[in-house]
């Protein structure tokens, strides 16, 4: 029995042959930078980034006090100062309205006075009387109209603009001069001078300018 036979059941079992490549176990990949290129390292996919929230710009050349129209104390709320401007406003109008009643009382009784007085047999001093009854319809009118422009003005503080804050300044200085006129006039004279001087003086502060001046939409 030899054991060189090809056909010999209890020979050593044969070779088999190399196995060709891209079978049987796989093959290890090549080390990191021998042949194959790298793939690109993993990057996470982009996200929006929220954008930023911008302030509202302030109202170019308005007031400091105000932003954006609004006061401190409340949205589109009066400053103090210009309330109680408007206030004083209605009692300088007041003021004015007694002086034209007043003034209208005594050309009621202006003829009857005259009378008595025996003016009327005198031409020359009736021709004087006459002159001083013009005066006295003059100044009731001037009254009455300055006690229609305080009203007007003091409707215009909620919604009016500048304009507003100046003519009630002027309206104030005037009232000054009415109240010289009446200080003999009960104390009346006094109490408008006051009054006009405090309309002045709110009127002027920052806070009534700002109010006036603030932007509308």
Request: charged share 10%; aromatic share 12%.
């Amino acid at each position: 029995m030899s054991f060189g036979e090809p056909n010999n059941p209890y020979g050593p079992p044969p070779q088999q042959p190399p196995a060709a490549p891209g079978y049987g176990h796989p093959q290890q990949p090549p080390a990191p930078g021998h042949g194959v290129p790298q793939a690109p390292p993993y990057q996470q996919p982009y996200q929006q980034q929220p954008y930023p929230q911008q302030a509202y710009p302030q109202y170019p050349g308005g007031d400091p006090y105000f932003q954006g129209g609004q006061h401190p104390g409340g949205p589109g709320r009066m400053p103090r100062p210009t309330r109680v401007a408007q206030v004083l406003m209605g009692v300088i109008a007041l003021a004015h309205l007694i002086v034209a009643g007043s003034y209208v009382w005594v050309l009621s009784r202006w003829d009857e006075e005259m009378l008595k007085a025996g003016v009327t047999d005198d031409p020359d001093v009736e021709r004087y009387a006459d002159l001083g009854k013009g005066i006295v319809v003059f100044m009731a009118g001037l009254a009455t109209v300055f006690a229609v422009l305080g009203v007007v003005l003091l409707l215009q503080y909620a919604k009016g603009g500048n304009a507003v804050r100046v003519c009630s300044i002027v309206y104030g200085s005037f009232a000054i001069v009415t109240g010289i006129f009446m200080l003999t006039a009960w104390g009346l004279g006094l109490i408008l001078i006051a009054v006009s001087i405090l309309v002045i003086v709110f009127c002027a502060k920052r806070e009534s300018a700002g109010w006036f001046r603030r932007p509308r939409y």
